[in-house]
């Protein structure tokens, strides 16, 4: 009599958590970004505070940045369960707000620039850039939603068939497009500030406070390294 032996196919499971370094990544997450995030919810509050005192209607820049600051709630709520694991057991949901937080908070510092220099051809400039943005977020939302086929294969590897592209490829293109964004929407109200009629020092300090967003361009490699 002839067996026909049925072999199952192999289980693809990302490696094992480590314990210790469970908890001491989570620990460095959770306190470093309850301290950013409390600051920013602090400065947002200020804001609607200041607005208030000023007796100004909220503009479309401040509804963006509340949009931007309560997509990015998601994260921080599921740092228990994700940060600190390896990528197969993060949330699948915590991959897919960084593009919308992102947009939300760009377009926000656009519109704000907008609003403090009202000329037309620096208008052309930032709506040129918010057009960007938008593109930029859309496409490497979908991209990165997309990475793997079937998408429920990028946290669930266990479905046969399933498979993953280059996702390293398309996260080093992903930032340095939006490095460029970054970098653009710094350096957009610089000419401004040169044109005012104030004395050199007081132009160098209103170009280093605009520049104090670059801080973050500069730190965000080392902490996803630490991470």
């Known amino acids: ?54 007796f100004q209607n909220l503009s479309i820049d401040d509804w963006l940045m509340g949009a931007g600051l309560l997509i990015t709630l998601e994260p921080a709520i599921l740092l228990n369960n994700g940060l600190g694991h390896h990528i197969w057991n993060i949330t699948f949901a915590l991959q897919r707000v960084n593009q919308p937080a992102l947009v939300c908070i760009k377009l926000s510092i656009l519109f704000f620039y907008v609003r403090l220099f009202p000329y037309q051809k620096f208008r052309y400039f930032a709506y040129a850039n918010m057009a960007y943005t938008i593109a930029w977020g859309i496409a490497t939302w979908i991209v990165n939603l997309t990475v793997c086929s079937p998408i429920a294969y990028y946290y669930d590897k266990t479905i046969i068939g399933g498979t993953c592209k280059n996702q390293s490829i398309s996260g080093s293109v992903n930032g340095a ?26 132009k160098i300090a209103l170009c280093g406070i605009f520049l104090l967003g670059s801080l973050w361009v500069f730190l965000l490699p080392s902490f996803y390294t630490s991470c």
Do not use: C
Not at 32 to 48: E, N, P
Not at 177 to 202: E, F, Q, Y
């Open 1 to 54: 009599m002839e067996w026909n032996v049925i072999r199952a196919a192999p289980v693809l499971t990302g490696p094992p958590d480590i314990p210790h370094e469970v908890q001491t990544r989570r620990l460095f997450a959770v306190i470093s970004t309850t301290v950013v995030l409390g600051f920013a919810i602090l400065s947002y509050v200020l804001r609607l505070w200041a607005r208030k005192r000023s």
């Open 177 to 202: 497009l939006s490095l460029l964004g970054d970098i653009s929407i710094l350096a957009l109200p610089l000419p401004m500030i040169w044109k005012l009629h104030m004395n050199t020092r007081r």
